[in-house]
């Protein structure tokens, strides 16, 4: 019981869906992937895919095909900027954060002070095949958000009892499941 997320299906329902975590972890593709679902099922119409970056890091050009894909916008923000880029769009965003912790925290703060916590979800991705050591380190940089956390890679490898009891320990619950994949079809409600 703790280690799925009781609400999984708010992200659906929030204007703004931030997806952090570390580098290879998943998060661009995530962020594609819950963009596709929302398309998929109708849910959004207006949607934009975004990438927000931290100083010193080039913004993603993954961000920018995978919506050419999809046939929806993208922007690229510095994370600095991004509380006055979600208020100045009345479009739904995924934003996928490549930022340090520290950055990350501060601006989904920020946001979440803006415009409402109940408007803005926070999705965490985490490998499957991750040790609960490392899960344990990534649930402790994102505690204060109590993030969604999303299991990644599930088709390259396999989340083990030590793990999940790490994510039942450590996390906020898993939401979604994912593989690397496919991005259409992708995703999978935790349950």
């Given at each position: 019981?703790?280690?799925?997320?009781?609400?999984?299906?708010?992200?659906?329902?929030?204007?703004?869906?931030f997806?952090?975590?570390?580098?290879g972890?998943?998060?661009?593709?995530?962020?594609?992937?819950?963009?596709?679902?929302?398309?998929?099922?109708g849910?959004?119409?207006?949607?934009?895919?975004a990438?927000?970056?931290?100083?010193?890091?080039?913004?993603?050009?993954?961000?920018?095909?995978?919506?050419?894909?999809?046939?929806?916008?993208?922007?690229?923000?510095?994370?600095?900027?991004?509380?006055?880029?979600?208020?100045?769009?009345?479009?739904?965003?995924?934003?996928?954060?490549?930022?340090?912790?520290?950055?990350?925290?501060?601006?989904?703060?920020?946001?979440?002070?803006?415009?409402?916590?109940?408007?803005?979800?926070?999705?965490?991705?985490?490998?499957?095949?991750?040790?609960?050591?490392?899960?344990?380190?990534?649930?402790?940089?994102?505690?204060q958000?109590?993030?969604?956390?999303?299991?990644?890679?599930?088709?390259?490898?396999?989340?083990?009892?030590?793990?999940?009891?790490?994510?039942?320990?450590?996390?906020?619950?898993?939401?979604?499941?994912?593989?690397?994949?496919?991005?259409?079809?992708?995703?999978?409600?935790?349950?």
């Amino acid at each position: 019981e703790r280690v799925v997320h009781r609400n999984a299906e708010v992200i659906f329902d929030s204007r703004v869906v931030f997806v952090i975590g570390s580098p290879g972890t998943g998060k661009t593709t995530l962020a594609t992937k819950l963009a596709a679902y929302l398309k998929e099922h109708g849910i959004s119409e207006r949607m934009t895919l975004a990438a927000a970056v931290g100083p010193g890091i080039s913004a993603c050009e993954e961000v920018n095909a995978y919506a050419r894909l999809l046939n929806i916008r993208s922007e690229n923000f510095a994370i600095s900027d991004i509380s006055t880029a979600v208020q100045e769009t009345s479009n739904r965003l995924i934003v996928d954060v490549n930022a340090s912790h520290h950055d990350a925290v501060a601006a989904i703060q920020d946001v979440m002070q803006r415009i409402g916590s109940d408007k803005v979800s926070i999705l965490q991705a985490i490998p499957g095949g991750s040790s609960a050591t490392m899960i344990n380190n990534q649930c402790k940089l994102y505690r204060q958000l109590q993030p969604i956390i999303a299991l990644t890679k599930l088709d390259e490898c396999e989340a083990m009892p030590d793990e999940l009891s790490a994510l039942a320990i450590e996390g906020s619950g898993v939401g979604l499941l994912t593989g690397t994949r496919s991005i259409v079809g992708g995703i999978a409600i935790a349950t």
